[in-house]
């Protein structure tokens, strides 16, 4: 079946420190991976997607690469902000549905 | 890109009342819209896909007369809560998928707070 595996927050950062949020899948066939955030109050945003393996997507300095081999799809980010502090979802989406993870919740202090 | 809005925005309503909440695509036409609700601290589940021209698919569990769904034309999917208990109390996002060169993408409505108090 078709699942994503979330790292459990929340996570504390203070600003400037290096973020990672760990991300991985199961899935039948080649599916697209998603990262989305979360503003408090709103809806969800896109922030990146990578739609075959090795793909990286990028996005305010967010990356994230698709890998294959360990079916995965880390969140990273080399220096967080205040204005980070969002929910961060990971999802799939082997045809037209998506899968989401449970969301990992993200508070940088200043 | 593409826009997807969702009205209302929070709504507070008393048990045993109706709910309407709407979905619009306002600069694409979408056959297809998805429901989700999201409960606190946990991730989006998936309701029901809204099909234009047609009855709704549910998942499993999700109660079809509870929920109503409605997809009267191409720009707007609408979902109503049924005689809306205090559990009912969450937040629900609509999304559309994407189109031609965005069709990996679904763009989501800014969500409904619903409060049944």
């Known amino acids: 079946g078709n699942s994503v595996t979330q790292m459990e927050g929340p996570v504390t950062l203070s600003e400037e420190a290096f973020l990672t949020i760990n991300c991985t899948y199961t899935?039948?066939?080649?599916?697209?991976l998603f990262w989305y955030v979360q503003y408090p109050g709103e809806g969800l945003q896109l922030l990146l997607k990578?739609?075959?393996?090795?793909d990286k997507g990028s996005n305010k300095g967010f990356e994230a690469t698709y890998r294959k081999e360990t079916t995965s799809f880390h969140l990273e980010k080399g220096s967080v902000q205040v204005s980070d502090s969002a929910v961060y979802f990971c999802?799939?989406?082997?045809?037209?549905?998506?899968?989401f993870g449970t969301g990992t919740s993200l508070t940088v202090i200043p | 890109g593409a826009v997807v809005s969702q009205h209302p925005s929070r709504v507070i309503c008393k048990s045993g009342t109706s709910v309407k909440i709407e979905c619009r695509s306002l600069?694409?036409?979408?056959?297809?819209m998805f429901w989700y609700r999201q409960f606190p601290k946990q991730s989006l589940m998936l309701m029901a896909t809204?099909?234009?021209?047609?009855?709704?698919?549910?998942e499993q569990g999700v109660e079809k007369d509870k929920f109503l769904i409605n997809h009267a034309s191409l720009t707007l999917s609408t979902l109503t809560v049924t005689s809306a208990h205090p559990e009912d109390s969450s937040f629900y996002i609509c999304?559309?998928?994407?189109?031609?060169?965005?069709?990996?993408?679904?763009?989501f409505g800014q969500g409904t707070r619903l409060t049944v108090v």
């Open positions: 999304s559309a998928p994407g189109r031609g060169s965005m069709n990996t993408e679904a763009f």
């Open positions: 899935a039948t066939g080649y599916p697209s």
């Open positions: 990578a739609t075959k393996a090795d």
């Open positions: 999802a799939l989406k082997p045809g037209n549905q998506f899968y």
């Open positions: 600069d694409f036409q979408a056959t297809t």
């Open positions: 809204s099909n234009e021209g047609s009855k709704a698919t549910y």
